[in-house]
């Protein structure tokens, strides 16, 4: 089964850059899809086919896709930023749904 | 705007069958799309269990799919999953979702319910 590979924990200063990164064989040959969860909440989609940012998302989070990584770019962190980040795709040789293991975000 | 809830026993023993009921308000089930049952261990990550349009055509997660039954009544606007021989391992929020992307991949799961925990244990 096609496996996602996510840090568990990224650490960043209020106001810089965060960078969450998935990989997977030829993931670049694949749609990704980012979501946020905050504790106690249900996950919410922030960005959608490698680069599609649903309306309500601010402009600074973004993605990209390329060869065996997928990125997840978090610019001018802020507080609220704070939470667990999952990459999902589809596979389609076993037909499933996989999601990353998740990447805690830490503001600092 | 669209909603969903879910709905079931927050206790189930082992062995027996955890059955979950996902509510739809504001869209109509039999308008389109799939609708999608999810869910989360305590501390752990996402897991995709199954999903069903409003026809009845399912698919869902390999891993589960010889204990996994998702239905729909689309006069209620509902859709449920049945988990059966449950263990301890399945204790988890579960949730369900509207699936944009079914075997595409082009689109995610867009809307969730707040989640339920369902506890396995005697």
């Known amino acids: 089964s096609y496996v996602l590979t996510q840090p568990p924990s990224v650490s960043v200063a209020p106001g810089q850059t965060a960078s969450v990164t998935c990989g997977g064989t030829n993931i670049g040959s694949k749609s990704v899809h980012w979501y946020q969860q905050r504790p106690g909440q249900a996950p919410v989609v922030v960005v959608y086919?490698?680069?599609v940012r649903p309306s309500g998302i601010p402009e600074r989070f973004s993605g990209s896709n390329s060869g065996n990584t997928a990125t997840l770019t978090i610019s001018r962190v802020a507080a609220g930023d704070e939470a667990d980040y999952y990459c999902?795709?589809?596979?389609?040789?076993?037909?499933?749904?996989?999601f990353g293991g998740g990447t805690k975000l830490t503001v600092l | 705007q669209v909603q969903l809830k879910e709905a079931g026993a927050g206790l189930v023993k082992p062995s027996e069958t955890l059955s979950l009921t996902c509510t739809v308000s504001g869209y109509s089930i039999s308008s389109g799309y799939y609708w999608g049952w999810l869910r989360q261990a305590p501390g752990k990550g996402l897991e995709w269990i199954g999903s069903?349009?409003?026809?009845?055509?399912?698919y869902s997660s390999p891993s589960l799919r010889s204990r996994v039954t998702i239905s729909v009544d689309s006069s209620k606007n509902q859709f449920s999953l049945s988990l059966s021989s449950v263990t301890a391992a399945d204790t988890a929020v579960y949730f369900c979702?509207?699936?944009?992307?079914?075997?595409?991949?082009?689109?995610?799961?867009?809307?969730w319910g707040q989640g339920t925990l369902v506890t396995v244990s005697s």
């Open positions: 069903i349009y409003h026809s009845g055509i399912t």
């Open positions: 086919d490698d680069t």
């Open positions: 979702a509207r699936d944009q992307g079914a075997m595409r991949g082009t689109d995610p799961f867009d809307m």
């Open positions: 999902q795709v589809w596979d389609r040789n076993s037909e499933d749904w996989v």
